[in-house]
Nanobody, 124 residues
Framework: QLQASGGGLVQQGGSLRLSCVVS????????MAWFRQAPGKEREFVAG??????????YYADSVKGRFTISRDNAKNTVYLQMDSLKPVDTAVYYC?????????????????WGQGTQVTVSS
């Protein structure tokens, strides 16, 4: 089970940190990711993290590269999304997801466990 939190209302240029607590399994070797869905739009990939065998590798959508940072704390079984320099276009419901596979994919269909979503609203 995935439990996302940390969303809220923030002004343009502000920051938020989303958390995703995973229960029932250790996350250290799983592929984890954040997706988002704005009203009237399809769910889109935001950031992902995957264990390579000796370190984590991170992946980002071009639209958030340099502003967002994904990380995980294996001791807390939690994945984070630090969001800085937020823009109104970042407004969406953010979902965390887990993939039991071995190769990182950007497609939401490849992720088989999802959290409930947390709303992020950025005002101009």
């Amino acid at each position: 089970q995935l439990q996302a939190s940390g969303g809220g209302l923030v002004q343009q240029g502000g920051s938020l940190r989303l958390s995703c607590v995973v229960s029932g399994r250790a996350i250290n070797t799983y592929i984890m990711a954040w997706f988002r869905q704005a009203p009237g739009k399809e769910r889109e990939f935001v950031a992902g993290i995957a264990w390579t065998g000796y370190t984590d590798r991170t992946y980002y959508a071009d639209s958030v590269k340099g502003r967002f940072t994904i990380s995980r704390d294996n001791a807390k079984n939690t994945v984070y999304l630090q969001m800085d320099s937020l823009k109104p276009v970042d407004t969406a419901v953010y979902y965390c997801a887990l993939d039991h596979g071995y190769l990182f994919q950007y497609n939401a269909d490849d992720f088989d466990v999802w959290g409930q979503g947390t709303q992020v609203t950025v005002s101009s």
